[in-house]
């Protein structure tokens, strides 16, 4: 089977290099295909991560880039050129290839997801939804977490939904949900369902509450002796409409979370 792969991409890179007007170059720090593509950013380097920006090509710069689109490699296994772009650089989009990471979010282990970072073309490890760049295929550990490395990664970039949670609080619950690449069809329907819970028992609560005050109030005007007894209605129903609407929010919150 292996030996049936390597002819196969043999015939293919010479019939691509014999009808092709673009050169090929073929080489072997890593598995993949690279294109040619134009960078914005003059201090790119070997492994950055590159990302698709309304300027251009550019590094990325944001935690779970919704826009990750390769890695830059020098040394590509498979090098389609563009001749008529002589600034353009190999960008290769799926494959084996090596990828500068940091311990900003942790250490790296085998098999770890690995998304963009704040550090301009350096990957880190992902630890909630969100898209990744891909799966690493080597461990990283680093006690400064400014400090780089190289791994190989296995390049899919993809919209991850793997994890069982979006968030442990309701701080990060808010803040996924404000995020929309990190909204996958399952996580967009479990935010509608809770938020319509939540605003059915606030409907419901203040509903039953407003009718429960109104009533209260004609029965003070009519029997102003009977006050006290009035006025601990109205709380009691005060702590029923609390109650109504706490559960509200519990059952949405726990929808959100598990």
């Known amino acids: 089977m292996k030996y049936t792969a390597f002819i196969a991409s043999v015939l293919l890179l010479l019939i691509l290099s014999i009808f092709s007007p673009v050169p090929i170059y073929a080489q072997s720090a890593s598995v993949g295909t690279a294109i040619s593509i134009s960078i914005i950013d003059k201090n790119v380097k070997d492994g950055s991560i590159i990302v698709s920006t309304p300027k251009g090509y550019g590094l990325s710069t944001l935690v779970y880039d919704s826009n990750i689109y390769g890695v830059y490699t020098e040394s590509p296994a498979i090098f389609l050129q563009n ?36 550090i301009p073309g350096v990957g880190e490890k992902a630890t909630r939804n969100g898209m990744v760049l891909g799966t690493a295929l080597q461990d990283y550990s680093n006690s400064d977490q ?28 808010l803040k996924n949900a404000s995020d929309p690449t990190l909204l996958t069809q399952l996580a967009s329907l479990r935010y509608i369902i809770a938020a319509g819970i939540v605003l059915i028992s606030f409907g419901i609560g203040f509903i039953y509450f407003g009718r429960i005050a109104s009533s209260g109030v ?25 109650i109504i609407v706490a559960v509200g929010l519990g059952i949405g919150y726990m929808i959100l979370v598990l």
């Open 218 to 242: 004609e029965a003070l005007g009519r029997n102003p002796l009977a006050s006290r007894i009035i006025q601990l209605n109205l709380v009691l129903n005060l702590i029923l409409m609390i």
């Open 146 to 173: 400014k400090a780089t490395g190289k791994i190989m990664v296995a390049v899919n970039p993809h919209l991850n939904g793997a994890f069982k949670s979006n968030g442990t609080n309701v701080l990060e619950v």
């Open 83 to 118: 001749t008529s772009d002589p600034q353009a650089k190999p960008v290769t989009t799926s494959g084996k290839v090596s990828v500068l990471v940091s311990s900003i979010n942790g250490n790296i282990k085998k098999n770890d997801f690995i998304t963009t970072s704040t």
